[in-house]
Each structure stands twice: as structure tokens, then as C-alpha cells.
């Protein structure tokens, strides 16, 4: 690490490359869990899909001592219309790269090929209420989006606790950029995601974001005031929230 500091409340780890950064998200994630599960039979974590967890995913993996048969697992956002087998969902996603790979408790994926999406958020989100979260690993998205809320339809006084929205041309061309999809007219217009309220109730966010077409959310997240313009900027006002950077994603931040 070259530094921590802290913006607000949101505590900032600086690192040399994002394999640092993925790493220490893991260390700390695996102390939380362990932490907890000292006081509770079971805990429930919500994780992010996209390929800049995965270095914080395969890091995580190399833990022997988490109790993975206590933990219930959540994701936070998926593509309506797209089946949990369709390798573009973030459901496939983290099915192959995590939830496949350890025995889960539980694993509860948000089923995007539902007939009715309202449906699906509304028994999702029931199923958030009976098991709330006690740990949010998640990303920010070049728009500053957390989860799918980007800056046109985030709301920090949301009621909803899943809802669907519709995506706006900057969160559709991440995904070209991630290579998740060979143009933006291959990404659906439409997800259903967690709501920034429920995601600020968890009592710890761990939030990890390498690369340099992040570095202007970082900027923003950190400096902008706080408002769903710039929806990251709400992590500044969590009790418990440590955001992970790359020499890459922190170019524009001077630690």
C-alpha cells in the first residue's frame, strides 16, 4: 500500500496495482467475516459482477479459513432478459468465477429472464428483508453508478429496495469497454438493481476500483459534492466503507 487516508467518512487505500488493491479488499473482507461470524450462525454478502472484482475474487478464494457454509450469498444487480446461463449475465458471471467454486450456505441470484421483472424485484427484494446484508463487495462504475443506479435514476431517499432501471449510454459502454459485450447495441437497455438506500444500510461496504477509465468516478467520488449526480459520492457519508485504488484509478487523486 502506498497510503491510506481518508475522504469524510470513507476511509482510501491507495496501491500500487489493482492485484494489490484486490488483495487487501480480501485480507479485510476475510477479517470482517471472520469477525462476525465469531457473534452470528450465518452472515449475508452482497457481491459485485464485473471484471475488475475479479482479482479481489480469485484473492478471496485463497482463504482456508472462511467458514463458507455460514455465509449466504446475494448479488446486487442483473440484465433484464438475459438467462443466469447466458455468459454475458452478471449471474453466469459470478456463478463461474465465485459461487460455483465454494460450498455457500446459500446462493440467491436475481433471475433476469423473469416474466414479470417487477416480480422479480419485488420477491428479491423480500428475500433482502429476511436476510439483510452485513457486507457489500462491490465496484464503482465509470459513470460514478453504484450497482446499476446511475446518475438518472439514483435516489438516495429511494423507498424500493430492488428496482429496474433503465441504463444510461455511459454504464452501456462500460460494458463494451469491459468486454462483456462486442458493442453497446448488444447491451440491454434494462437491469434490475439494488437501491443505493439498501446497499447504504449495510453495516460494511468494501469497494474496489482499478483502471484508468475509472479514474474520473474516482475523482468525482472523492471531490464532488455529495449527490446522485455523482451517485459514489454517498459512500463519503457510510460509517464503514473502505474504497480500494490503483496507481491507475487514483492518477487524477494526489495521496
Known amino acids: 500500500m502506498i497510503k491510506d487516508t481518508q475522504y469524510g467518512k470513507l476511509k ?13 479488499m480480501a485480507e479485510l473482507v476475510v477479517k470482517r467475516i471472520i469477525k462476525l461470524l465469531k457473534k452470528k450462525k450465518s452472515i449475508n454478502i452482497v457481491f459485485a459482477a464485473a471484471p475488475s472484482q475479479l482479482d479481489f475474487i480469485e484473492s478471496l478464494l485463497i482463504y482456508k479459513e472462511i467458514e463458507w457454509n455460514r455465509i ?25 468465477n465465485l459461487f460455483d467454486k465454494v460450498p455457500f450456505k446459500e446462493v440467491n441470484l436475481i433471475n433476469g429472464k423473469n416474466i414479470s421483472s417487477i416480480n422479480e424485484c419485488l420477491n428479491y427484494a423480500a428475500l433482502l428483508q429476511e436476510n439483510p446484508s452485513d457486507i457489500i463487495c462491490m465496484g464503482i462504475g465509470e459513470n460514478a453508478h453504484l450497482a446499476f443506479n446511475d446518475p438518472h435514476v439514483a435516489n438516495f431517499k429511494d423507498i424500493e429496495i430492488v428496482k429496474v432501471v433503465d441504463l444510461d449510454s ?10 462483456c459485450f462486442a458493442t453497446i447495441n448488444d447491451v440491454p ?29 474516482v475523482y468525482h467520488t472523492l471531490f464532488s459534492p455529495i449527490s446522485e449526480k455523482y451517485p459514489a459520492t454517498c459512500l463519503r457519508e457510510h460509517q464503514d ?3 480500494f485504488l490503483d496507481n491507475e484509478s487514483s492518477i487524477l487523486i494526489k495521496p
Do not use: W
Not at 12 to 24: I, L, P, R, T, Y
Not at 83 to 95: A, I, P, T, V
Open 12 to 24: 482510501v487505500q491507495f496501491h500500487q496495482n489493482k492485484s494489490d488493491a484486490g488483495k487487501m
Open 72 to 96: 449466504k450469498a446475494f448479488h446486487m444487480d442483473e440484465y433484464v432478459g438475459l438467462d443466469k446461463e447466458d455468459s454475458r449475465s452478471f449471474s453466469n458471471f459470478l456463478s463461474q
Open 170 to 179: 455511459d454504464c452501456r459502454k462500460q460494458q463494451v469497454n469491459d468486454g
Open 189 to 217: 437497455k434494462f437491469a434490475m438493481t439494488l437501491t443505493i438506500p439498501y446497499l447504504m444500510k449495510a453495516p460494511h461496504i468494501f469497494c474496489v476500483v482499478p483502471g484508468k477509465t475509472k479514474a474520473m468516478a
Open 241 to 243: 466503507a473502505t474504497l
